[in-house]
T-cell receptor
């Protein structure tokens, strides 16, 4: 049973560029959440996707957008990259029907460096 | 902004000793979860405690929750060098039809062999 997978593992971009990160949820899961983790900090919630719609969003600008596909996989897009966007981006999957007592399973993350 | 604050920020102990980490949060919660992270990689889920539970055990882990004080603690007994990692508490918050986790800033645990 494959867990949550993310690609790529590492990415280096320059300011102003755009980036797309990908996530495949754990088998059987239908909900994907994205988190940003700056160095030395805890993860910060970016947004959550369920039924191909953004259900909830954290305090992130519109430069951050996402998408969920019919197979539940998801993409995170960041436009006009800033140096401050350098971070580990984590994807987590869960099962919506379990409600608020569900565990979120995290992928290994994508480390983005913006130069 | 982050909901939880872990205390201490860093902890160094000898192998075999117990490690205790505390977490405080600000708002009402549905549950509280503890995660471990090795070397800035993915988070590993350790334990979930519901808001109506006071204590939960899993192997060498013991978690307590005091909703009146808005605090939780994670105890790792008989620590091992492999327990060296960052530990995060995360409060589960249900909003409308969705649910998110709000993480604290973490405790960095070093277990010396």
């Amino acid at each position: 049973d494959a867990g949550v997978t993310q690609s790529p593992t590492h990415l280096i971009k320059t300011r102003g560029q755009q980036v797309t990160l990908r996530c495949s949820p754990k088998s059987g899961h239908d909900t994907v959440s994205w988190y940003q983790q700056a160095l030395g900090q805890g993860p910060q919630f970016i947004f959550q996707y369920y039924e191909e719609e953004e259900r909830q969003r954290g305090n992130f600008p519109d430069r951050f957008s996402g998408h969920q596909f019919p197979n539940y996989s998801s993409e995170l897009n960041v436009n006009a990259l800033l140096l401050g966007d350098s971070a580990l981006y984590l994807c987590a999957s869960s099962l919506a029907m379990r409600g608020p007592y569900n565990e979120q399973f995290f992928g290994p993350g994508t480390r983005l460096t913006v130069l | 902004s982050q909901q939880g604050e872990e205390d201490p920020q860093a902890l160094s102990i000898q192998e075999g000793e117990n490690a205790t980490m505390n977490c405080s949060y600000k708002t009402s919660i549905n549950n509280l979860q503890w995660y471990r992270q090795n070397s800035g990689r993915g988070l590993v889920h350790l334990i979930l405690i519901r808001s109506n539970e006071r204590e939960k055990h899993s192997g060498r882990l013991r978690v307590t929750l005091d909703t009146s004080k808005k605090s939780s603690s994670l105890l790792i007994t008989a620590s091992r060098a492999a327990d060296t990692a960052s530990y995060f508490c995360a409060t589960g918050l249900r909003m409308d039809s969705s649910y998110k986790l709000i993480f604290g800033s973490g405790t960095r645990l070093l277990v010396r062999p």
